[in-house]
């Protein structure tokens, strides 16, 4: 019984193996029909340009004392030579202050400079394959390839016996 089942045992890889006998392997060649390109992965890549940037002055208040003084001065010169007694004291001194707010304002505490400013952008990357159309033996059929296929696709025709 045990020989029995051993001979068993070892004919079984033979059985499968003639079972899949492979009669015919050939090679042929479909005419392709169309093919279209499989988007591949997004590609991110940081664009950078020249941007330019106005900012206060870190030393404002600095900067603005020697305008402020200035713009005073001539305010006040200027406000003297308008009204008469009283009114050109007030002239005067109106045009005192409104000379210094505008001085101390025109000092310039504004500093412009250039920075880069960059972002993400995305692009489509290369191809992952190609959905190829072809033509086999009248029959319209469909498969998907890494490169792009030329004119004629190669088939490969296996024929089997079970």
Known sequence: MKSALFAAAMLLPLSAL??????QDSTEFARVLNYAALPGPQIARQVCAPVAVTHT???ANANNAGGAIA?????????SRFGGGHGREAATVAGAIGGAMIGGNAEGDYATASQQQCSTVYEAG?????????DYKGKLLSTTTRSAPGEYLRVRNRITVE
């Open 18 to 23: 003639a079972q899949n006998e492979v009669i």
């Open 71 to 79: 713009g005073g001065l001539i305010g006040a010169l200027i406000g």
């Open 126 to 134: 290369p191809p992952s394959g190609y959905q190829v159309t072809y």
């Open 57 to 59: 002055s870190t030393n």
